[in-house]
């Protein structure tokens, strides 16, 4: 069991570092003016999208199988409150690739302190998934 939750939260620490570090991408992006700087975003940005997805889905897989193993913990409130923010943040991640898209089409419709903000959002997610985790406060 110890090794499941231990490679659960090394794909949990690879997902967020995508998650951080994807929308500083797009703050680079929205204030890019050059065709070939643009382009080079839109690879950066598609690539780390590959990898943070992969981090994602076996952060999920790894998750999915702690609860397998010990299906009670989906009794607890704190593991409720914990799934929850965890189908927001895949929304996010939805949102991020959504995001992506635009970039890549031309159609990016928000300026540098918009994804400033939003950038900040996965720490929020972090602070509560893991205070919910560790603390099981509910």
């Known amino acids: 069991m110890l090794w499941i939750k231990a490679w659960h939260v090394v794909?949990?620490?690879?997902?967020?570092a995508g998650l951080f570090y994807l929308p500083r991408l797009f703050v680079y992006h929205a204030s890019a003016t050059d065709a070939a700087g643009m382009q080079r975003f839109?690879?950066?940005e598609r690539r780390l999208f590959v990898l943070m997805t992969i981090g994602g889905a076996a952060t999920a897989a790894f998750g999915l199988w702690l609860l397998a193993r010990n299906p009670a913990l989906l009794s607890g409130a704190w593991m409720q409150a914990?799934?929850?923010?965890v189908v927001l943040l895949i929304a996010y991640h939805a949102w991020c690739r959504a995001l992506l898209r635009d970039f890549?089409?031309?159609?990016?419709?928000?300026?540098?302190?918009?994804?400033?903000l939003f950038n900040e959002l996965p720490s929020l997610f972090l602070v509560g998934i893991v205070l919910l985790a560790v603390a099981k406060p509910l």
Not at 11 to 16: E, H, S
Not at 82 to 85: E, N, R
Not at 104 to 116: F, K, L, M, S, V
């Open 82 to 85: 914990k799934l929850a923010l």
């Open 42 to 44: 839109c690879i950066m």
């Open 104 to 116: 890549a089409r031309g159609r990016n419709a928000h300026g540098e302190r918009w994804y400033r």
């Open 11 to 16: 794909f949990m620490v690879t997902w967020f």
